[in-house]
């Protein structure tokens, strides 16, 4: 079955670093564009970065170009999220997603989220 699984989350202060993980299951990993996105409390989910099936290219929300670097090893399964120069408002829980579009036929598949916590 699909899966998704986050990891690497957790409590850090102000301009701390975190690496966030996810390894990918029961799909072919390397077809499918990966990004990360992440929900505040009270706030919709927003798309944080996001990496082409090869790598080749990534995007980013504004506000954390140049902090945050997305990566993916798909020997491994798995995407990355380097998260520097950490800052309070970055706190959320983070989801990975994978999805493939071919066609009009969307498929996506979601992660269960992983806390991060800035303190100041």
């Known amino acids: 079955q699909v899966q998704l699984v986050e990891s690497g989350g957790g409590l850090v202060q102000a301009g701390g670093s975190l690496r966030l993980s996810c390894a990918a299951s029961g799909f072919t990993f390397r077809r499918y564009a990966m990004s990360w996105y992440r929900q505040a409390p009270g706030k919709e989910r927003e798309l944080v970065a996001s990496?082409?099936?090869?790598?080749?290219?990534?995007n980013y929300q504004d506000s954390v170009k140049g902090r945050f670097t997305i990566s993916r090893d798909n020997a491994k399964n798995t995407v990355y999220l380097e998260m520097d120069s950490l800052k309070p408002e970055d706190t959320a829980v983070y989801y990975c997603?994978?999805?493939?579009?071919?066609?009009?036929?969307?498929?996506?598949?979601w992660g269960q989220g992983t806390q991060v916590t800035v303190s100041s």
């Open positions: 997603n994978a999805r493939l579009v071919v066609g009009f036929l969307t498929s996506d598949y």
């Open positions: 990496i082409t099936t090869a790598g080749s290219s990534t």
